[in-house]
């Protein structure tokens, strides 16, 4: 501009233009448009230049909430541009669509990017392609249609990466990251937020940097650090303030009040929505405007003023530019109010209102590893719920709730329900389950406040109240740890597993007989807990499995079922194990041992045994596995903790691949009526509302296993070969496998040596039994 300085001369506009894109990029949308704001010269007036005037001035006005002055100027830009400059009409739809997105019209916004993405294809333009890709990754975002969404993320962080486009590639890193956070997944979206902003720090995007700042807070919320989110959105407050960004300040205050309201400091909360309702409606986009309305509603009922809250709440649920998850979260918070208000009827027609749109948007998640997350996303949701009926003292309506969360992905796969499942549950009968299976059936529920725990026989159901999530947990993390340590337990007098049976099974004590089959269906963190370890006080303190026989499930629906027929043509068993060395996983000293143990109690024509070479994720999967009525694997296994169908059996290598992913084995249907993981870490590490722990266990149950046996933390390769001996010469002698491997671990537990050290629960504790169908 100082070379070329006469503003007749096209090059001097061609600079003037270039430099307000830029300034615009960077979020200084006042300076982009003051250097616009002079008219060009005739001469020019329909030039290359006359359109990037106009489509930048009409981006401009879009992201400072002025959309009739937008609308003006990108109508005059695609004017310009269909009568002499078609090649531009790309960029102007690409410029409607976020126009229409900042209107918060998603569906406008993504009809106007595949415009673009369509122009920019037959242009073989790579830059608009990718940004366009980054627009209906944002636009179906919006509209909850978050496997949709991360797939064109996807495409257009490919093509970003590809051709240098760091603006595009910040923003579709980012907008990964909303669609993971949407669905609860809190883990993936950190990492892609924190992604973003790095790539926007190299870039110069310092208004990008601020707001990607805040989204880090936003996931280090969905995971419990507000220290962490609190101090990242102080400082990304000061930074928001300073550029005048006024949609990231928006979000910093919005923030910061859900975080004191969430730590208990409400007048603070009330500070932070007050500047951010002062901020006005057409200062920040729509969506951060039904933020501040659902934070509004929330400070309101913090200081029970539930006329207001109610008020603001149902404006949320009927303004049209509400998201599915902010119409779903407004009903959730109004049914609460309701039932705070004691108007029971409004409360009940709001909880299930909520539950239809909640199961709407689930539905609509194809990937199994997303509803997972969506499903712990909104638990607290299910949780409300069921107080509410507890509170009513509708307690075996309460059970139905926690029944509607519990196993929903797991469920869906093997057809025991459908996707989208409703309260009242049609032929609910857990009285049945208990008779049918012979057994006393355990529910739990975890919260924060209190928890509960259902009891059902094939004659009673009974409800009983216990501690507080937290104060269980504590106990559970603790007594894991002194298990996992290999301590005599008994002989060290632990109180933990003590205060643990007090807590969770006394109270229903007298209602199970002795020998008798318990079928825990858990709930959060108990899903890392086996129950069998649970120590019984007394005069002579005892662990609870020589008292009973304990299996898990995920669910009253799964339990239910009806176990498939046998394969035509069956074999015995698939044994898979004693694999090649690996340099990542060390030899297990034991596993020929143990493969001879097992398969001694098979005919040979009986049995299929994949070793060394043949023990390979292909071997497995040509194996038909669905022909064996016992399916056991001899090696070791991984717990993915943020991806849990990347959890994986360890085999012999072929080429670079030597895992058998969680991912795969759902893929592959079962019908055995056993499947051992002897390894570690079988159960998975994640407790996932709803669903308990997922890794191979669930997968196999997934797949069609009747029952499966896998290990809560890493086994030993002493101790297991002798077990495993021992459960399937139960087997043999037609034992089920909840009593055969019962038998074996007591087999371990009363050894004939008196200081055998296999007596402590490190050696026959990790070993749980999973019931399917």
């Known amino acids: 501009m100082q070379k ?54 009409g981006a401009a006005c879009a992201a400072m909430h002025m959309p009739k002055e937008a609308e003006h100027y990108l109508a005059e830009a695609e004017t310009l541009a269909k009568t002499y400059h078609p090649e531009f009409l790309g960029e102007v739809a690409l410029k409607y669509g976020t126009l229409h997105f900042i209107k918060g019209d998603a569906a406008a916004a993504e009809a106007a990017y ?60 980012g907008n990964t990251g909303w669609s993971y956070a949407e669905l609860g997944d809190y883990e993936n979206a950190l990492a892609f937020y924190k992604q973003a902003e790095e790539v926007s720090v190299k870039s110069g995007l310092l208004t990008g940097q601020t707001y990607w700042l805040t989204s880090i807070a936003y996931a280090y919320q969905g995971l419990g650090d507000y220290n962490s989110a609190e101090a990242i959105l102080k400082r990304a407050l000061e930074l928001a303030r300073a550029q005048d960004a006024r949609d990231t300040l928006a979000q910093c205050l919005t923030q910061l009040a859900w975080i004191a309201l969430r730590t208990g400091r409400n007048e603070v909360a009330e500070v932070y929505a007050q500047e951010v309702a002062s901020m006005g409606s057409k200062e920040v986009a729509p969506r951060l405007a039904i933020d501040s309305m659902l934070l509004r509603g929330a ?60 199961e709407g948007i689930r539905a609509s998640v194809q990937s199994e590893g997303s509803r997972l997350f969506f499903l712990s996303n909104t638990i607290i949701f299910y949780n409300n719920f069921v107080e509410f009926l507890i509170s009513r003292h509708r307690m075996e ?70 501690a507080n999530q937290s104060e269980i947990e504590t106990l559970v993390n603790e007594y894991r740890s002194a298990m996992q340590s290999g301590k005599d337990l008994l002989g060290g007098g632990n109180l933990a597993g003590q205060k643990l049976f007090t807590m969770l099974v006394t109270p229903a004590q007298k209602l199970i007989p002795k020998d008798g089959h318990v079928i825990v269906l858990a709930d959060a963190n108990l899903s890392r807990l086996n129950f069998e370890a649970l120590i019984v006080p007394g005069r002579i303190p005892h662990y609870w499995i020589e008292d009973v026989t304990v299996s898990t499930a995920s669910s009253l629906t799964l339990l239910a079922g009806q176990a498939a027929p046998p394969t035509k043509g069956a074999k015995g068993i698939l044994l898979v194990g004693n694999t090649e060395p ?19 109690y098979f005919p040979v024509e009986q049995r299929e045994v994949l070793e060394g070479k043949e023990a390979t994720p292909t071997g497995y999967l040509h194996s038909h596995p669905e022909r064996f009525s016992y399916i056991h694997f001899v090696t070791h296994g991984t717990a993915n903790l943020t991806h849990p169908l990347e ?49 191979l266990s669930w997968a196999f149950v997934r797949a069609g296993a009747h029952n499966v046996i896998s290990a809560l933390w890493e086994v030993s390769d002493v101790s297991t070969p002798r077990l495993m001996d021992s459960l399937y010469g139960g087997l043999s002698q037609g034992k089920d496998p909840a009593t055969a491997l019962r038998d074996a671990k007591l087999s371990l537990l009363h050894s004939a040596d008196a200081n055998s050290v296999f007596k402590k629960p490190f050696y026959w504790a990790p070993f749980q039994l999973y019931a399917g169908s």
């Open 582 to 600: 690996n340099k990542d996983f060390p030899v297990l000293t034991q596993a020929a041992e143990e493969v001879q143990a097992i398969e001694k």
């Open 299 to 358: 400070v309101a009922e913090s200081r029970h003023d539930y006329k207001e809250a109610e008020k603001t709440f149902l404006k949320v649920v009927q303004e049209p530019q509400a998201s599915p998850f902010q119409e779903w979260k407004a009903e959730a918070e109004l049914a609460k109010v309701y039932a705070d208000e004691g108007l029971d009827g409004n409360a009940e027609r709001e909880f299930r209102r909520s539950l239809d749109k909640m």
């Open 114 to 173: 595949k415009k673009s993405l369509d122009l920019a294809r037959d242009q073989k333009d790579s830059f608009l392609q990718a940004a366009a890709l980054s627009g209906l990754g944002l636009a179906t975002t919006m509209q909850g249609h978050y496997d949709e969404s991360i797939d064109w993320n996807r495409a257009a962080a490919d093509l970003s990466r590809s051709v240098g486009a760091s603006g595009s590639l910040a923003k579709t890193l």
């Open 4 to 57: 070329f300085p006469s503003k007749q001369i096209e090059w001097h506009w061609k600079f003037q233009v270039l430099k307000a894109e830029i300034l615009h990029v960077q979020g200084l949308e006042r300076e982009a448009l003051s250097l616009l704001e002079e008219e060009l010269p005739a001469t020019i007036a329909t030039s290359d230049v006359a359109v990037r005037r106009k489509f930048t001035q």
């Open 397 to 466: 309506e309460a059970l139905e709730v926690t029944e509607l969360s519990r196993a929903r992905t797991l469920a869906e796969g093997l057809g025991a329900v459908s996707k989208k499942h409703y309260f009242p549950l049609s032929d609910f009968h857990p009285q049945r389950i208990a008779q049918r299976k012979h057994s006393v059936l355990l529910a739990y529920w975890l919260a924060p406040r209190q928890s509960y725990l259902w009891l059902i026989t094939p004659s009673k159901t009974g409800f009983f109240t216990l």
């Open 647 to 695: 959890s994986a059996v360890i085999l012999s290598p072929e080429g670079d691949s030597y895992k058998l992913y969680a991912r795969d084995i759902v893929q592959h249907r079962v019908n055995a009526k056993l499947v051992t993981v002897s390894a570690c870490n079988g159960a998975g590490t994640q407790s996932y509302s709803g669903e308990g722990l997922v890794g």
